[in-house]
């Protein structure tokens, strides 16, 4: 059985950091591709920071410059490192791991933690 468990969420004002972590059970992230989603209020979700399992490094577009990705594979976890926080960065983040090649849409999903972000 595959589980994957968000933690690092929280309220932080706009320019703060966060690193959010995804543990990763029933599967060995150096196999899987990952990646981090968002889903804000009233909005579908967006993927924002994707590795792949040969460790080539994705990042969206709103993102890029201030998110980091990596993965511990000792850990068996996923990390985002989120800095220079902005309001619209408020959001539900959530982890897929999928296998390479099939879509992230029918990837493994955890639960999520939430990020708000205001001052």
């Known amino acids: 059985q595959v589980l994957l468990v968000e933690s690092g969420g929280g309220s932080v004002q706009p320019g703060g950091s966060l690193r959010l972590s995804c543990v990763a059970g029933?599967?060995?992230?150096?196999?899987?591709?990952m990646a981090w989603f968002r889903q804000g209020p009233g909005s579908e979700g967006e993927g924002i920071a994707f590795?792949?399992?040969?460790?080539?490094?994705v990042y969206g577009d709103d993102v890029r410059g201030r998110f980091a990705v990596w993965k511990d594979n000792i850990k068996n976890t996923l990390y985002l490192q989120m800095n220079n926080l902005k309001p619209e960065d408020t959001a539900n983040y959530y982890c897929?791991?999928?296998?390479?090649?099939?879509?992230?849409?029918?990837?493994?999903r955890g639960q999520g933690t939430q990020v708000t972000v205001s001052s």
């Open positions: 897929v791991a999928k296998t390479y090649g099939s879509p992230w849409a029918g990837g493994y």
């Open positions: 029933g599967l060995t992230v150096s196999r899987y591709s």
């Open positions: 590795i792949e399992s040969d460790g080539t490094v």
